[in-house]
């Protein structure tokens, strides 16, 4: 069974930084994407930034610059750098993998910067 745990969220004030971690467990077959997702109160949940399988990176353009997405271990433990935090990133954060046709998600890290 595939297992996706986040951790490495709390509290930062603006312009601090985090590492968000995402270990992974289970045997996972033909990876196509890694990457993280957050969603604020009230809003849809939304692409950070992911690693696609030929190791192109993609970013949403309000964490361009300030974000970092990397992977380590063969697949198994995926990182998001954060810097210059602003109080509009503030959100859970979710670790997603894609395998084909299946999304398997962690259980989320909260993230909260104070002005």
Not at 84 to 99: G, H, Q
């Amino acid at each position: 069974q595939v297992q996706l745990v986040e951790s490495g969220g709390g509290l930062v004030q603006a312009g601090g930084s985090l590492r968000l971690s995402c270990a992974a467990s289970g045997r996972i077959f033909s990876i196509n994407s890694m990457g993280w997702y957050r969603q604020a109160p009230g809003k849809q949940r939304e692409l950070v930034a992911a690693i696609i399988s030929g190791g192109s990176t993609n970013y949403a353009d309000s964490v361009k610059g300030r974000f970092t997405i990397s992977r380590v271990n063969a697949n198994k433990t995926l990182y998001l750098q954060m810097n210059s935090l602003k109080p509009e990133d503030t959100a859970v954060y979710y670790c997603n993998v894609v395998s084909g046709w299946l999304h398997y998600w962690g259980q989320g890290t909260q993230v909260t910067v104070s002005s």
